[in-house]
C-alpha cells in the first residue's frame, strides 16, 4: 500500500515489578502513546501485544491475582477506547494459548490461527535461508520433506524451529572451518527436536 505503519509493542514487561497499579498504568500508557501517535500522523498504528496470554489471562482463572485482573480490565478498556475513538489502529494479540485468553478479549477479536509450515512452506522457507549457499532444488525439497510432518515424532517443525534452532545450530555445527553442506544441515535437522504441539491446560 506504500502507507507508512506505526509499530508499537506490548511485551510481558508491562506486568511490571509487582507494584499496585503499575500494571495497569502501564498498559494504559501503551494505548495512549499508540493513540497519540495514530492522532497526530494519522497514519495506521499497530499495538502488538506479545506473548499475550501472560498479559490477557481469562480473569476466570482461580489463581489470578488481583492486579492480572486488573490489567486485563485495562486492556479491555484500551480496545473500547480505540474502537469508538475512529483512530486508524489494530491491536494484535500473539499467543501459544489460545485457551487462556480472557472471553472478553476473544469476543472483541478475529481470530486467525498459524499453523505449522507445510513443505511447499518448509521449502520456500529453506530456499530463502540457505539459497545462497549452492543446494539443489532437490536438496531444498529432500530437507522440506525431513521438516514437514509426519516425522518420527509425529508433528512437523514450527517457523520457529528452523529459525532459531536449525538454523544456528548447523552454522555452529560448520564452524570454525566446515562448509555449510546439503548434508551438514540433513544431519543437524535429524538431531534437532521439533517443538512439541502445546496442549492447553498443561
Given at each position: 500500500?506504500?502507507?507508512?505503519?506505526?509499530l508499537f509493542r506490548i511485551s510481558?514487561?508491562?506486568?511490571?515489578?509487582g507494584l499496585v497499579g503499575e500494571m495497569t498504568q502501564l498498559i494504559n500508557r501503551a494505548f495512549r502513546e499508540a493513540g497519540k501517535v495514530a492522532q497526530e500522523?494519522?497514519?495506521p498504528t499497530i499495538?502488538?501485544?506479545d506473548e499475550a496470554d501472560t498479559l490477557a489471562q481469562s480473569r476466570e482463572a482461580v489463581q489470578m491475582h488481583h492486579e492480572d485482573k486488573a490489567g486485563v480490565n485495562a486492556l479491555i478498556q484500551g480496545i473500547d477506547r480505540i474502537r469508538i475513538s475512529g483512530l486508524p489502529m489494530l491491536v494484535v494479540f500473539c499467543t501459544n494459548r489460545f485457551g487462556a485468553i480472557d472471553p472478553a478479549i476473544i469476543r472483541r477479536a478475529v481470530v486467525h490461527r498459524f499453523s505449522r509450515p507445510n513443505e511447499p512452506q518448509l521449502r520456500q522457507m529453506f530456499g530463502m535461508?540457505?539459497?545462497d549457499i549452492g543446494l539443489t532444488d532437490t536438496q531444498l525439497q529432500q530437507l522440506a520433506k525431513m521438516a514437514s510432518p509426519p516425522t518420527s515424532r509425529g508433528h512437523g517443525f514450527t517457523y520457529s524451529d528452523i529459525v532459531n534452532k536449525l538454523i544456528p545450530n548447523a552454522i555452529m555445527r560448520a564452524y570454525p572451518d566446515k562448509?555449510?553442506?546439503f548434508e551438514l544441515?540433513?544431519?543437524v535437522l535429524k538431531d534437532t527436536s521439533?517443538?512439541?504441539p502445546f496442549k492447553e491446560g498443561d
Open positions: 500500500l506504500k502507507t507508512k505503519v506505526h510481558v514487561q508491562t506486568r511490571g515489578t500522523s494519522r497514519c499495538l502488538l501485544v535461508y540457505f539459497g562448509p555449510l553442506t544441515i540433513a544431519e521439533p517443538t512439541p
